[in-house]
């Protein structure tokens, strides 16, 4: 390898202050609770609510992208790169792929978590309730996760970094 190749690599030296995983028993109860709420939704209002049910999660999806992609644009003065589109579990939605910033992340979800129920409110009138309970219903259990690990991480220092990974979430300091 020559010289000139290391002398412009960028090396990132981050320590990790917390690690921290999702136990199995809390997983198990976050899958369970989307049969739950469908089968509560079937038996109080009707049994069409499934179709509510499930048109209300790709509607609460979209909401979140667009909320977290505005947010990001406004506090960054620009589109990041480092988030994209996420299907795994813990982490549906709109992510971000590498570390980001803690006031960032936290900034992005706090207002996709209000803009979002606004949202829902604001088409409480006009929908049926089955339809505004599964996207209610929906928009807190995708948001769950982000604030298990807002809850576990409210003791560290706010300057720091978050990597989410596929079961866990890390804290680093730059």
């Given at each position: 390898?020559?010289?000139?190749?290391?002398?412009?690599?960028?090396?990132?030296?981050?320590?990790?202050?917390?690690?921290?995983?999702?136990?199995?028993?809390?997983?198990?109860?976050?899958?369970?609770?989307?049969?739950?709420?469908?089968?509560?939704?079937?038996?109080?209002?009707?049994?069409?609510?499934?179709?509510?049910?499930?048109?209300?999660?790709?509607?609460?999806?979209?909401?979140?992208?667009?909320?977290?992609?505005?947010?990001?644009?406004?506090?960054?003065?620009?589109?990041?790169?480092?988030?994209?589109?996420?299907?795994?579990?813990?982490?549906?939605?709109?992510?971000?792929?590498?570390?980001?910033?803690?006031?960032?992340?936290?900034?992005?979800?706090?207002?996709?978590?209000?803009?979002?129920?606004?949202?829902?409110?604001?088409?409480?009138?006009?929908?049926?309730?089955?339809?505004?309970?599964?996207?209610?219903?929906?928009?807190?259990?995708?948001?769950?996760?982000?604030?298990?690990?807002?809850?576990?991480?409210?003791?560290?220092?706010?300057?720091?970094?978050?990597?989410?990974n596929e079961q866990d979430i890390s804290y680093?300091?730059?």
């Amino acid at each position: 390898m020559s010289v000139e190749n290391t002398s412009q690599a960028t090396f990132y030296q981050y320590r990790l202050l917390k690690k921290v995983t999702f136990p199995r028993p809390l997983v198990v109860i976050f899958l369970l609770l989307p049969l739950v709420c469908v089968l509560a939704e079937i038996i109080a209002i009707l049994w069409t609510s499934i179709f509510s049910f499930i048109f209300s999660l790709p509607i609460i999806l979209w909401f979140q992208l667009a909320i977290s992609r505005s947010v990001l644009i406004i506090v960054l003065h620009s589109y990041s790169k480092r988030w994209r589109f996420s299907y795994k579990l813990p982490w549906i939605g709109y992510m971000p792929d590498q570390h980001v910033n803690y006031r960032t992340f936290q900034k992005v979800q706090l207002h996709t978590t209000w803009i979002g129920l606004c949202l829902i409110a604001i088409l409480l009138p006009w929908s049926p309730i089955s339809f505004v309970v599964s996207m209610l219903f929906w928009h807190i259990w995708l948001m769950l996760p982000r604030y298990y690990g807002f809850l576990t991480l409210r003791k560290q220092p706010k300057d720091g970094l978050v990597k989410l990974n596929e079961q866990d979430i890390s804290y680093y300091m730059p």
